[in-house]
């Protein structure tokens, strides 16, 4: 719309060049709300996978204000450079896998495999299998595997619970249902609601000694005494810590894989494989044909580094020698113009999505005005973030994950450094607002932080077709200024391997 000297240029969105590393749900979440609530945004989303889906694509078992990222392709280790205003780190918690550094590996003869890269075809039928870990995963393949293998030995080195269900219903769904739920929008939302107000109501058990966590102990533990008829087997089975210091974990097929006589738990490490199967710490010798590890991810060691201002790394940041420091689920200070998803105190608690599709809202907020409000960068006070984490880490006392368990929510001072403590209406609301008094603004002007008024006309012109103090016939106002959809934007999804692997 021109109209001379008075073409607008007020509150105008300038391109903005966005990558995103990592399609997962949360890659996926800011690509959908970038292109449907922004617009002149020139977005790329790199992957090493050769599909989108993150987790569900791999796990099978049963300081200047741009960013410089470097690809290179894993076969043909060719480099790519791309520039961008903006760069958001979707690369997932839980996808670096860890899979032990075993001594003696090369003299075994069977097969070893982790949980998050189940081999296509593996045949586990008739197979004497190791399962090492008793996290979700380890319980879960316990369950799955005691049908097929000849032989299953779970090894843990510490313990964990089997919990109940949380929910009495755990159904599978008819055609006709979900049929039903697509033709009957309200009867969908029902349910919706009434199975997030269960997860809600779940969380109380988190908070230790309140009634619900007495409660909750109490009912794991009759559980157990109905589930278990060998008392040794209870004795080994129950940890010494809080129910929900661990991820809850759903126990039932792994309970009752473990009371199967071909199934044995060992609970002891795995040091070494020998030629037959492996060692461990005692030095007790197992035979097995396949080492399945569920043994976990390194939620924070980057496989590439992110080099921020004045050449601080991340590594440093959330690593092994770093404080762990975040801020608001999204952010990093030091790292202007960039978004990470799930960082270090973030809502995992739960289904994580509500947290992801909060994360992108946030992250869409501050890009907005980002890139319409004549601004060059957004970074976190460094002070900000230090009070918020020390907010977090005050409640962690309080909190079941700070039991003396061993879990991958502790750093390796035994620091809960991963959830939000809180519930996911407490994150919602903490980021209700934007705190911009929290955040170094730098303008493409310097001296003048109005230039986005630009000439008083906004692109509506003389002939908006918007008028935002006009309510309509049912008393709505038509929306606002701020949450006007986007039009123009460009997603390339492109399967460029990541820069450093195992
Ligand atoms: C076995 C398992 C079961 C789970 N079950 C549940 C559940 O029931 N409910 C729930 O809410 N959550 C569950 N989770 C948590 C799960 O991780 C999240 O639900 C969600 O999938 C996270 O999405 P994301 O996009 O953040 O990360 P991811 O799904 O991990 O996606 C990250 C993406 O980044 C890519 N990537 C990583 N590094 C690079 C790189 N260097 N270069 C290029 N690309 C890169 C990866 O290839 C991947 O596609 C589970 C996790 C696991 C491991
Ligand atoms: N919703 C679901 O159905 C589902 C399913 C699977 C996973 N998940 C998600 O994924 C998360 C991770 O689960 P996970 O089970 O994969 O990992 P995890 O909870 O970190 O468990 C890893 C297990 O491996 C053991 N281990 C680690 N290193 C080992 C080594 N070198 N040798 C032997 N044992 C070793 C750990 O023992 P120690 O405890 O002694 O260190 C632990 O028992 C879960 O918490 C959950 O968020 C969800």
């Given amino acids: 719309m021109t109209h001379g000297a008075a073409s607008p240029t007020a509150f105008m969105p300038r391109r903005l060049r966005v990558v995103v590393i990592g399609a997962g749900i949360s890659g996926i979440q800011i690509a959908h709300d970038i292109t449907s609530r922004m617009r002149n945004i020139d977005l790329k989303i790199y992957d090493k996978n050769e599909g989108p889906g993150g987790t569900w694509f791999e796990n099978r078992y049963p300081g200047t204000s741009s960013w410089l990222t470097t690809f290179k392709h894993e076969t ?38 982790h949980t998050a890269c189940w081999p296509k075809g593996l045949v586990v039928s008739g197979k004497r299998v190791a399962v090492l870990g008793n996290g979700s995963s380890g319980m879960q393949c316990v369950g799955a595997l005691q049908y097929e293998a000849a032989e299953l030995i779970n090894f843990c080195r510490s313990q964990t619970w089997a919990g109940p269900g949380l929910f009495d219903e755990n159904k599978r769904f008819t055609e006709e249902e979900k049929l039903e739920f697509a033709n009957n929008p309200d009867l969908y939302h029902k349910y919706r609601t009434q199975l ?21 102990r109490a009912r794991v533990e ?4 109905h589930k278990i008829q060998d008392p040794n087997l209870r004795r080994m089975l129950q940890p010494d810590f809080a129910p929900a210091c661990r991820r809850w974990t759903i126990g039932d097929s792994y309970i009752e894989a473990m009371q199967q006589p071909h199934v044995h738990l060992v609970q002891d490490h795995v040091a ?105 960068s957004v970074s976190v006070k460094p002070e900000a973030q230090h009070q918020f984490v020390r907010w977090a880490q005050s409640r962690m006392a309080h909190m079941s994950w700070s039991d003396p368990c061993s879990s991958w929510y502790k750093n390796k001072e035994g620091r809960v450094v991963v959830p939000w403590p809180g519930t996911n209406h407490h994150y919602y609301a903490a980021t209700e607002i934007v705190r911009w008094e929290d955040f170094d603004l730098r303008f493409e002007d310097p001296t003048q932080k109005y230039a986005s008024f630009g000439n008083g006309v906004t692109e509506d012109g003389f002939a908006p077709e918007f008028i935002p103090w006009v309510l309509t016939p049912q008393g709505q106002q038509r929306g606002n200024f701020a949450n006007r959809r986007g039009f123009e934007s460009r997603q390339v999804l492109v399967d460029l391997p990541i820069l450093y692997d195992r």
């Fill in 76 to 113: 043909t280790q060719e480099e790519t450079i791309v520039e961008a205003d903006v760069f958001v780190y979707a690369v997932g918690r839980l996808n670096n896998y860890k899979l032990p550094d075993f001594n003696g590996r090369g003299g075994f003869r069977g097969d070893i495999c």
């Fill in 196 to 216: 997030e107000r269960q997860i809600a109501s779940a969380f109380r058990v988190l908070w230790k000694n309140t009634p619900a966590h007495h409660e909750m």
């Fill in 222 to 225: 009759s559980y157990y005494d």
């Fill in 272 to 376: 070494s494989l020998t030629e037959n199967g492996v060692r461990t710490c005692s030095g007790e010798e197992y035979d097995c044909d396949l080492v399945v590890c569920a043994t976990g991810f390194e939620p924070y060691a980057s496989r590439f580094p992110v080099i921020g201002r004045d050449g601080i790394s991340l590594n440093d940041c959330w690593g092994p020698q770093g404080d762990c420091e975040s801020y608001m689920a999204s952010m990093v200070a030091g790292f202007p113009n960039f978004f990470a998803f799930h960082p270090p105190h973030c809502p995992v608690n739960g289904s994580v999505i509500p947290g992801i599709e909060r994360t992108s809202d946030y992250i869409i907020r501050i890009l907005t005005r980002l890139q319409t409000d004549c601004l060059r």
